[in-house]
Structures are given as structure tokens and as C-alpha cells.
């Protein structure tokens, strides 16, 4: 059957993957090889030229890694994926494989840090400008943002650690009206929540170390393209550059375009940043990823369960400020999420916490089942002071731009027995405010 017409479990289960071209085997193998066997000039050549599908080197491709990256994109309904070794490398890849040569990102401030530091730090570097919207719910704001040279649109579906829901299918739309591609990391929802390729996406980026993976024992990044945006447009063109690397079996120079008409983005960086940059995905890395795969939808599911309940706790709680999540009572983006996430907004949120410095530090410290620790998504709940850990990289000023408090603390709530959790949050904000 085309996995087009299989559901999101099934496909989350089986996609991509057919035991008779692996030795009938039920569970993914590892392939633990550095390299393959050619077989003879012949079959070399036609792999080089794209005639034949197959692998050389891991470092450019396994099948391993090759059924996750077939299965994500299934998922996402991409054309598309590559797999690379972390979350950070999918995004710089991915926006590099954009504007390199220079010219200009459009984002938010409302990103993980470590994003925001390496857009302010790593890409300048490369002769490549990040500008940022002051108000992300206006869609005029990145009209107005949007210079000659900008090359693409950068957001988050649901931002961290706020919870800031993304109008992924209007920032589309503009970004397609100035023919700019519009990249979305989807890290917090996954592919069970929100499947951005759907509202005008061009490409989709996840660090499959959180939910994906789910279970904090991976570091992993994927790349989905859509298979729709234009890259022969004339603003971009190393896709239309011809390389000899890409020469067809008549010894022809061509370009990524026409050597991989349906995945061009992908392949170019595949062959380019991959292949030279090697930020590669293990084979067992992938297949943690891939048993990680075939629960999310279940883990998925308790997860908004128990954050929609402890949010409920929350709200009831004298020494709580706010908290940010689209299922808390007044949240600005409650239509945005029944749009976009029907199924639920994920199990990420932040609130506030009516204290002192050394009171925050205490409730902190008097957590038991919460870990302490600076990751999401995990089978586990997890707790963690942004300002200090995973924003920890920005100024004051900047902090308070993207609306980091000091006050603030993030959840990110896993499979536990809910009232388990609410029980722990009780005996801490106790401690911290006996």
C-alpha cells in the first residue's frame, strides 16, 4: 500500500521500511558499516549519476538512517528528509543551504536560546544578517521586516518556552507572496500535533532528540522538504549551479535541480554540508529514534493529558503569576492552537512564580519526580529556570525582549501519573514558601 493512504500509526510503525529488502528482518537492522561494497564499476556509476539508488559511505547516507528519514517525511507528507546528528545542525544546515553568500534571515525573538546565539554569533560570521519582528502575532510586522536580500522566513509552530503558537498558514502565504521559502521548526509538536508542510511550509525542522526520540537517550536532527518551493527562482542560485560531482551517466554537468528534481534541498545537503561539515546521525542513534517513533502518538497523548491537568492545578495556585500555554485560561492563542493543534498543544509550557530569587532556587531544588535538567519531551517530566539554563545565552535585554522573566520556569511534562506530578508541585511551592 502508498504510505499516502496508510494513517499517522501505522505509518510511524512500518513506514518506510520493507523487511524483504533487509533480510526479513521485523526490527530496523543497524547497519554498524563505515562503507559498502560497490559491487562493480558499472553499479558505482549509475549510484554516482542518481540512475540507481544505494549507498557508498555513511557518512552521506545508511540504511538506517535512511528508513527514519523516509518515515519522517512520510509523516510530514514531505517529499524529502535527511537525518543529521542533532537538532542545532538541522537548523544551521537548513538555513545555511538558503543564504549562504549572504543575505538575510527573518525571524522572531521568540526562540530557543541557543538559536538566538548562534543566529547573533555563528551566522554574521558568514556574511549573513538575522532580523527579527518585534510583534510575531502581526502578520504586517514580517511584511514590513522584509528586505530586498531576505531569503527566508524562520519560525517556531510552538515557540520555547512559552508556548507561543505560530500562524504558520499567513506567515506562509507572505512569505510566498515575495517567493521566499518559509522554514518551521516543529520540535515541540512533532509530526502527531501539526504537520506544517499542510499551511505552506517549505521546510520543516525537528531536534528528534525531544518528543521524536522521546526518551532523552539521542541526540538526532531532521530536515523535511516539502517538495513544492520553487528553488530555479533565480534568488537562489547554488540550486542551479552546475557541479561535475552531479554529472549524468553521459558525463553531463548538472545542477541539484535537475539531478534531484523532487528533493534538491535535501541532496544539496547531503552532498554539500553533510558530506563536508559531517554532523552525521549513527546508525544506533537512528534506531533509538525509531523505537522512539513508535510511541509517539501514545506518549503524545498522555502528555497533553497531564499538562492540560497540572495547568488546571496551576491556575488554582496562589504563588503562580501566569502561565503560558495555549489550554490556560486567557491565553491569546487559543484559536491559533484549535486551527492548528486540535489534537493538543504539546506537553511544554511555562509559568511564573510569585518569589524571590532564593525561592524560586528552592522550589526548584525540592522537586522529586521533575528532573532538573535542560532537555524536553522525555518519557520524564522535567523542570528547568530558562532565564538561567536554556536562555541562559542572552543579555538582560534581550531576555526581556523575548520575554524571559526572571521569574520563569518551564515544564516539560512526560508519562508520569498526573496527580504524581500536582502532588510534587504541592510539597515544593510548600518548601519554598513554608
Do not use: C
Request: charged residues 25%; proline residues 4%.
Amino acid at each position: 500500500m502508498a504510505e499516502v493512504s496508510l494513517g499517522f500509526d501505522t505509518i510511524k510503525v512500518r513506514g518506510g521500511y520493507d523487511p524483504k529488502d533487509h533480510n526479513y528482518a521485523v526490527s530496523v537492522p543497524i547497519y554498524q558499516t563505515a562503507s559498502y561494497e560497490l559491487g562493480d564499476t558499472e553499479r558505482f556509476e549509475r549510484i554516482r549519476s542518481f540512475s540507481e539508488s544505494g549507498f557508498l559511505y555513511t557518512r552521506i547516507g545508511n540504511p538506517t538512517v535512511d528508513v527514519l528519514e523516509q518515515r519522517i517525511a512520510a509523516l510530514d507528507g514531505g517529499r524529502a528528509a535527511i537525518a543529521v546528528a542533532s537538532g542545532m545542525a538541522a537548523i544551521t544546515y537548513s538555513l545555511l543551504n538558503i543564504a549562504e553568500g549572504g543575505g538575510r534571515i527573518l525571524t522572531t525573538h521568540q526562540l530557543y536560546g541557543g538559536t538566538v546565539d548562534h543566529f547573533k554569533e555563528l551566522f554574521p560570521k558568514f556574511g549573513i544578517a538575522v532580523d527579527k519582528v518585534e510583534n510575531p502575532d502581526d502578520i504586517e510586522s514580517f511584511r514590513k521586516a522584509i528586505k530586498e536580500d531576505t531569503k527566508v522566513i524562520y519560525i517556531e509552530s510552538i515557540s520555547n518556552p512559552n508556548a507561543i503558537v505560530a500562524d504558520i498558514e499567513a506567515i506562509a502565504n507572505l512569505a510566498h507572496e515575495y517567493d521566499i521559502p518559509l522554514v518551521v521548526d516543529n520540535t515541540f509538536a512533532t509530526p502527531y500535533l501539526l504537520n506544517p508542510l499542510k499551511y505552506g511550509a517549505d521546510i520543516v525542522v525537528y531536534s528528534a532528540t525531544k518528543a521524536i526520540g522521546g526518551h532523552g537517550n539521542v541526540i538526532a536532527g531532521v530536515i523535511v522538504e516539502g517538495g513544492t518551493y520553487n528553488w530555479s527562482n533565480g534568488k537562489y542560485p547554488q540550486f542551479t549551479a552546475k557541479h561535475y560531482l552531479l554529472r549524468d551517466a553521459e558525463g553531463n554537468e548538472r545542477s541539484f535541480a535537475e539531478a534531484a528534481p523532487g528533493a534538491p534541498f535535501v541532496t544539496r545537503i547531503r552532498m554539500n554540508y553533510l558530506a563536508y561539515f559531517g554532523a552525521v546521525l549513527s546508525p544506533f542513534d537512528a534506531y533509538l529514534v525509531l523505537l522512539g517513533l513508535e510511541t509517539l502518538s501514545e506518549r503524545i497523548q498522555k502528555q497533553v493529558a497531564n499538562t492540560e491537568k497540572i495547568i488546571r492545578y496551576l491556575e488554582k495556585e496562589e504563588k503562580v503569576l501566569w502561565i503560558k500555554h495555549p489550554s490556560a485560561e486567557g491565553s491569546p492563542y487559543k484559536e491559533l492552537a484549535a486551527k492548528y493543534l486540535p489534537k493538543g498543544a504539546g506537553g511544554v509550557f511555562s509559568f511564573g512564580i510569585k518569589g524571590s530569587e532564593t525561592q524560586i532556587d528552592t522550589f526548584i531544588n525540592s522537586v522529586k519526580l521533575f528532573s532538573y535538567q535542560a532537555n524536553v519531551g522525555d518519557a520524564r517530566s522535567l523542570i528547568v529556570n530558562p532565564p538561567k539554563i536554556t536562555h541562559g545565552e542572552l543579555s538582560p535585554d534581550e531576555q526581556k525582549v523575548a520575554d524571559i522573566t526572571s521569574e520563569t520556569i518551564r515544564l516539560s511534562i512526560g508519562l508520569e501519573d498526573g496527580e504524581d506530578l500536582i502532588a510534587d508541585l504541592k510539597q515544593a511551592f510548600n518548601a519554598a514558601f513554608k
